[in-house]
DNA sequence: ATTATATATCGACTTTTTTCGATATGTCAA
DNA sequence: TTGACATATCGAAAAAAGTCGATATATAAT
């Protein structure tokens, strides 16, 4: 985890905005989860389309920032059916906030 | 203080130094102060000179760096005499390692 | 097999950032 | 007041990031 990587990350709206709406996913996804039974649903992952939709940009751009996002270990994805759903590294980000306080 | 703007200065290499840097200006800069006279040496700042001298970067980049890591409120600037003395905004820095963990 | 849907990747264009040298401004010393 | 030095600002060229539509890939449904 390059802390560079993860500043350049976070120094776009669209992207911080998707890093906070993942931390509330339900409030922000309403409809997530709609292809999956419950019993599989991904705990706090939501699909790219969804992500897409609210944060209205094309979707390779949403393709790419979430890789991005990702790369930069801010989340992790897994792949179920068609769909990919991202959700928050939860570690990763508690051990870069911990680097911010204890480093920068 | 927007974090978006702290976030793009902190995503360049040469500018996380300087941040890291001034924590400890003694360390970094032992040749620090030396235009000044002790009773009047700006408690912690380091002058622009210095810092280029360190930073291997062009006169024209780094005041420009530190413009915008001031803008950013990362820095805060003082001139005595012909020198800008830069340092550390612990206040602000401290703020947002606390928005990072909170928000984020 | 074909079609439809979700996501990823590619290629191109636009915008922003990086970085410099040249010049301007401000201050000090002779 | 002239010359030397520190820093800031300007203008430009190069590099990187943002962003899109088109296309590829993978899976699912018919």
């Not at 019993?39 to 094309?58: F, M, N, R």
């Not at 990919?84 to 204890?102: G, M």
Request: charged letters at 25%.
């Amino acid at each position: 985890m390059e802390p560079i990587d993860v500043f350049k990350a976070l120094s776009n709206k669209t992207r911080l905005n998707i890093l906070q709406w993942l931390k509330e996913p339900e409030k922000h996804f309403p409809k997530q989860g709609a292809h999956l039974p419950k019993e599989v649903s991904y705990k706090g992952g939501v699909c790219v389309g969804d992500i897409q939709e609210k944060a209205e940009v094309s979707q390779s751009t949403v393709s790419h920032y979430l890789n991005m996002m990702q790369k930069a270990g801010l989340l992790e994805s897994v792949r179920y059916g068609q769909w990919t759903y991202y959700r928050r590294n939860e570690e990763a980000i508690r051990q870069f906030a911990e680097f911010l306080k204890t480093e920068i």
